[in-house]
């Protein structure tokens, strides 16, 4: 590692768009940033790093003008600026894709991307094939086809949501553009056409400050970044400069020795504990059998839309019209609801954990007790200090970095937020876990925390069923990966054939050779694997 800047040189430099000095900011006696500094040059893609609660989103709110900073001093091309809101930091060319979309989903694409700032004719009145026009324009400059601007938002995958929620920024021409886990729902080929443009936009002059667990994207696409550790800026280098585990170093104060922990041993004659025979039905299942035994995880992966995500809710209950049969411990369970789901055993792990996962504006106890309440309570009344004993306990067990388990869940960095998610279920008597990926938007240390945790539900006999769209995740953790195409099974990879280059391969239906000379399994689908 050369050239770290460990605290940017003081003064206004020449070329530099955004001057961050002192930034304070507490909520609640918590401490989110302490005297941070950060710079921005004009035209260059700059990351933004740090674990969950290093203060990476609150510096981004106080630059969006959605929090104001205790102490601290901001300048915009030099001058000195100060934002009462949103609206007056979008004024002054400040635009960001927050973590949390905030899109209207009963309004189309267009109305959406152009919110604020509709184009008019003479009477004042909205021009609508003007606005369409103009949202076509910003599609075909980042070569997106699928997109209709006259879809509602309700219609949308997680992604394409993402994606509307990029447009809103990009329409309104910023200086300054903020992405927030911007490409965590996106695809490979989307998060490359979405920096060819940003590039196009660096090189206009527009800055780009951009925050990612995706360190693959971060090397890729990134010219600077900056390391945040407990609210303090650590570090300034250049994206070559630096290896990976210096910049992992940085972030935690220390080194992570091992990205995955050991694997649970999963006995040769265990018993299925899930078994899914000629599953067909939802959006987009078609003739699914597999099975997940007691302390083993299985991984489901494929291109995107291949009907991952389906089967997962499908498994959880969200679907009412299925053939087939499900079997949990050999007894055939009829699902339909996630209340049935729950009662089987059976719990989700959402992909959206702010609307799906989570009530945000409820406290950290409400949200960890609430699957569980009755289980804290007498005659239909709740024990208090039964249910804060439970929460305190989870707390501790997860790590979760809360000032007080009062404060409202929205209140809490992404990470925090998806221990919760996980917190409500362990006291639920659940024996099969279904993760729909988990650590989207995840720093490494939080990462690793959740690889642990699926370790060690798989050590007390638990079975995990994991989608994610990260393939280090399902070589370090599956026991066995199933291949999804077109809504059904079509390859299993075990053992040393469990590689990127394979899982990629059998996605594309292309045959690769493994180490032990085989090129994945077709999937039996009457078999129990």
Known sequence: MTSVETSPAKGTEAGVLLEARG????????????????????????????????????LVKILSGVHQPDAGTIRIAGEEATFSGPADAAAKGVATVFQELSLFTHLSVAQNIMIGHE?????????RKHMRATVKGLFENLGITHLDPEALISELSLADRQLVEIFKALSRRPRLLILDEGTSALGRKEVERLFELLRKLAKSGTSVVFISHRMSEIREFVDRMSIF?????????????CSDEEIVEMMLGERVERAFPQRNVVAADARPLLEVDHLSGGTRINDVSF??????????????????????LALFGAYRRLTGEIRVDGKPVRLGTPWRAKKAGIVLIPEDRKTEGLILPMSVRENISFATL??????????????????????????VRVGSMEQPARSLSGGNQQKLVIAKWLDAG???????????GIDVG?????????????????AVVLYTTEPVELIGLCHRVLIMDDGAMVTELTGADITEENILAASLGLKRKAPNGSAGSPVNRGARP
């Open 119 to 127: 184009p008019t004719g003479a009477l004042g009145q909205i021009n």
């Open 229 to 241: 550790r407990n609210g303090r800026h650590v570090a300034s280098v250049n994206a070559s400069e």
């Open 446 to 462: 939080t990462k690793h925390a959740f690889y642990e945790l699926i370790t060690d539900l798989t050590k007390q006999g638990k």
């Open 374 to 399: 009755p289980k804290y309570g007498s005659f239909g009344f709740v024990l208090p200090a039964r249910e804060r004993a439970f929460v305190e306990e989870m707390i501790a067990r997860l790590s």
């Open 430 to 440: 659940s024996d099969i876990f279904l993760f729909y990926d988990p650590t989207r």
């Open 23 to 58: 930034i304070s900011k507490s909520f609640g006696g918590v401490h989110a940033l302490s005297e941070a500094d950060f710079i921005c040059r004009e035209g260059e893609i700059h990351a933004l790093l740090g674990a969950n609660g290093a203060g990476k989103s609150t």
């Open 291 to 312: 099975s997940v035994r007691r302390g083993e995880v299985v991984g489901i992966a494929g291109l995107e839309g291949q009907g991952q995500g389906e089967l997962l």
